[in-house]
């Protein structure tokens, strides 16, 4: 997770956005409330492995396969 937080920066994303609306280019409303937006969709469970899918868990998406390493398996 340390890694996903290094790359995804909603702080410049925003910072782009209120440029666009203070410069009258964009509406506030075109965007998600900066202050809570957290960037993870809601649970998705429309795969086609028909498995529920958050993606602020992401391993225990894969602990639901029968393959595959498992949180507490060590090579």
């Known amino acids: ?6 790359v995804y920066r909603p702080d410049i994303y925003a ?5 666009l609306i203070a410069e009258g280019k ?6 998600p409330e900066f202050a809570s937006e957290t960037g993870f969709k ?3 469970s429309e795969f086609i492995d028909g498995q529920t899918y958050d993606g602020t868990k992401p ?13 507490k398996d060590q090579i």
Do not use: H
């Open 42 to 44: 809601p649970p998705q």
């Open 15 to 19: 910072v782009a956005a209120k440029a």
């Open 1 to 6: 997770m340390e890694t996903a937080k290094k």
């Open 26 to 31: 964009a509406k506030a409303s075109d965007f």
């Open 59 to 71: 391993n225990a998406y894969l602990e639901n396969f029968p393959i595959g390493l498992k949180s």
